[in-house]
């Protein structure tokens, strides 16, 4: 689609907003549509990289880069984006200073006397057609939820046949609850008042002024997943979990490890837990405590875990889920973990009797080593060294 008068439209979350059909780079719409160039995933407008001197920020995902996920959890508004360190170097010494500018925006953010200026944040996605992008919404550094030393981090990566080591950031951003942003406030921002401007959203002023964060939550509207849902699309996510089967598919044992230790990556509050024995195994191929709250306040929950190791083809059955559901006492709850999905009837079942089942399927294990994790290379590194602690 192309989006006519671009320099005379609003911003509309989940919109996508078309340029020309040049096959070029004069089909991007966001020279037009703000006025940012046409170069790279992070843009911005003014002098960069101090925040005084830029009226606005742009970054641009193609939510593909599979040694850099960045991913948008639609339930609590989170975005998390990659800074663009892609190659060995200093931290901040990149061509177009994101990292720099991604530095200078959370040490702002984390600054106890505020300040009236603040360049706005608007992400977008890429669509696959042209340069066609949609609008994913107006961001600002944290969340409500996320401390500081969690909401920017140094993260350490290997690339090439040597495994040359450099860092990139990780950031973490708050789609605000804005829906549309106005013509009349980007023209504000273009002319160098974000904050004094009447158009301003107030999610944006009450964060700016008070640190007040407003995200944008989309609940799910389905809850049971099905399997497209629950397993790789594509073939870089596709190599990943095959790569984890043909390690395990010949010792289940070894793939319990493997389950209880991406389950601590997904659930980090998992304090202790046992395998059980391979001549003993009673259904729960381990058992733990999952710590609620900190310190003298916490709680503990005991929990029961069963692994299975299959093809991505062959789901999860009612059978094998009830084996784990049976052993579950009261105050318990179960987790899940397989290379593959939970089929539709057990996991109907489950929702619809609310038994109290965290589910870890293949696309879940992928996301989570691509996140925690890194690269290829890394993650086949993590499987020859998961060893029990």
């Given at each position: 689609?192309i ?27 966001l020279?037009k549509l ?14 960069r ?6 009226k606005m ?14 991913f ?8 998390t984006?990659y ?7 200093e931290l901040?010494d ?9 530095s200078?925006l959370?040490q ?6 505020l ?8 992400v ?8 066609d992008?949609?609008f ?25 046949s ?5 860092q ?17 406030w ?9 904050l004094?401007?009447e ?13 007040k964060?407003t ?6 509207s ?7 849902q629950q397993t ?7 190599k990943i979990?095959?790569l ?13 490890l ?10 980090p509050n ?16 381990a058992t733990?405590?999952?710590?609620i ?5 916490s ?14 083809k ?14 579950l ?12 999905y ?7 079942e489950?929702?619809?009797?609310n038994?109290?089942?965290?589910i ?6 992928v ?9 290829f ?13």
């Amino acid at each position: 689609m192309i989006t006519l008068n671009l320099e005379k439209t609003s911003l509309d979350v989940d919109q996508i907003y078309g340029g020309s059909r040049n096959g070029n780079a004069s089909d991007d719409p966001l020279p037009k549509l703000l006025g940012v160039d046409n170069q790279a995933g992070f843009r911005h407008l003014g002098k960069r990289p101090e925040l005084e001197t830029l009226k606005m920020i742009v970054l641009k995902s193609s939510f593909k880069e599979p040694d850099w996920p960045d991913f948008l959890d639609t339930e609590t508004g989170i975005f998390t984006y990659y800074g663009d360190r892609r190659s060995p170097g200093e931290l901040h010494d990149t061509p177009r200073q994101g990292n720099k500018i991604l530095s200078n925006l959370f040490q702002e953010t984390h600054t106890p006397q505020l300040k009236d200026h603040f360049p706005p944040i608007f992400v977008f996605g890429n669509t696959g057609v042209y340069r066609d992008v949609r609008f994913i919404g107006l961001a600002v550094p944290g969340a409500e939820n996320i401390g500081q030393d969690d909401d920017l981090v140094a993260l350490w990566r290997a690339t090439g046949s040597n495994n040359i080591r450099f860092q990139n950031y990780r950031a973490k951003f708050t789609i605000l609850d804005v829906s549309t942003v106005s013509r009349l406030w980007i023209k504000d921002i273009q002319s160098g008042k974000n904050l004094l401007s009447e158009n301003a959203p107030k999610p944006w002023v009450d964060w700016v002024l008070k640190r007040k964060y407003t995200p944008l939550k989309a609940p799910h509207s389905i809850e049971i997943r099905d399997k497209d849902q629950q397993t790789p699309s594509t073939p870089q996510d596709i190599k990943i979990i095959e790569l984890i089967y043909s390690t395990y598919k010949k010792d289940p044992y070894a793939f319990e490890l493997f389950a209880i230790k991406v389950a601590q990556l997904m659930l980090p509050n998992i304090k202790n837990w046992e395998l059980t024995r391979p001549w003993r195994d009673g259904g729960r191929d381990a058992t733990g405590i999952y710590q609620i709250g900190t310190g003298g306040s916490s709680i503990d929950v005991e929990f029961a875990l069963e692994a299975k190791c299959y093809q991505t083809k062959s789901g999860v059955g009612v059978k094998e889920l009830s084996r784990l559901i049976s052993r579950l006492r009261h105050r318990q709850f179960g987790v899940l973990v397989t290379t593959s999905y939970l089929s539709n009837q057990a996991y109907k079942e489950l929702k619809e009797d609310n038994h109290p089942v965290v589910i870890i399927s293949a696309k879940d294990i992928v996301d989570t080593l691509k996140c925690r994790i890194g690269t290829f290379d890394n993650i086949h590194t993590w499987l020859c060294n998961v060893t029990i602690n």
